[in-house]
């Protein structure tokens, strides 16, 4: 079984940049979430997408979006690009059913804004 | 809100030694409860979670937490740990529409020789 799978795993952009992160759920998963993690801080909830529609946003600005494709992988997009937006960006996935609750990440990528 | 708070930053424990991390919650039903570890630079690795039945939850690596309603924790314990242990360690719990986790600040665990 093969588990949440993320790229790039390094990004470094400059600031009114645009970026195009991605993730690939676990087998059988129909619900991807999106996290930010900066330097010394829990992961933060962005939004999350169940079945292609969004299912829930974090406090973070419109010019964070996503995507779910009928596979179930997403996109997280960000645009104008701030410094503060540099942080290790946490994709997870869950299950529909019994074990819908629980989100199994990720090994995340590394976004640096200069 | 559901939250949970972690009152421990940084703990040091020397290699075999026994390790507790603490975890509160703050929620008016019974709730799921998760704890996650991240060594440097990786994503989240679930270790165990706590959903309802036997308060004490078994999970990998030789973890487990107990939860404890009368003192609203969730704390996890180890009996002796190893030198690959040291990470971070995140509690977290789901909201009540289960769409996002909110965790605790988390505590980073050192390991002496």
């Known amino acids: 079984e093969t588990g949440v799978t993320q790229s790039p795993t390094h990004l470094i952009k400059t600031r009114g940049q645009q970026v195009t992160l991605r993730c690939s759920s676990q087998?059988?998963?129909?619900?991807v979430s999106w996290y930010q993690q900066a330097l010394g801080q829990g992961p933060q909830f962005i939004f999350q997408?169940?079945?292609?529609?969004?299912?829930g946003r974090g406090n973070f600005p419109p010019r964070f979006s996503g995507l779910q494709f009928p596979n179930y992988s997403s996109e997280l997009n960000v645009n104008a690009l701030e410094l503060d937006d540099s942080a290790l960006y946490l994709c997870?996935?869950?299950?529909?059913?019994?074990?819908?609750?629980?989100?199994?990440f990720g090994p995340g990528t590394r976004l640096l804004v200069l | 809100a559901q939250s949970v708070t972690q009152p421990d930053i940084h703990i040091t424990v020397s290699e075999g030694a026994s390790l507790e991390l603490r975890c509160n919650y703050s929620?008016?039903?019974?709730?799921?409860l998760f704890w996650y570890v991240q060594s440097p630079g990786q994503g989240l690795q679930l270790l165990l979670k706590y959903f309802s039945g036997d308060t004490l939850v078994q999970g990998i690596k030789g973890f487990e937490a107990e939860f404890k309603r009368s003192q609203s924790s969730f704390n996890l314990r180890k009996p002796s740990v190893h030198w690959s242990d040291a990470a971070e360690y995140f509690c977290?719990?789901?909201?009540?529409?289960?769409?996002?986790?909110?965790f605790g600040t988390g505590t980073r665990l050192t390991i002496i020789p």
């Open positions: 087998s059988g998963h129909n619900t």
């Open positions: 997870a996935s869950s299950p529909s059913g019994r074990d819908q609750e629980t989100q199994y």
């Open positions: 977290a719990v789901p909201n009540f529409g289960n769409e996002k986790l909110t």
């Open positions: 997408y169940y079945r292609e529609e969004e299912n």
């Open positions: 929620y008016g039903a019974t709730p799921y």
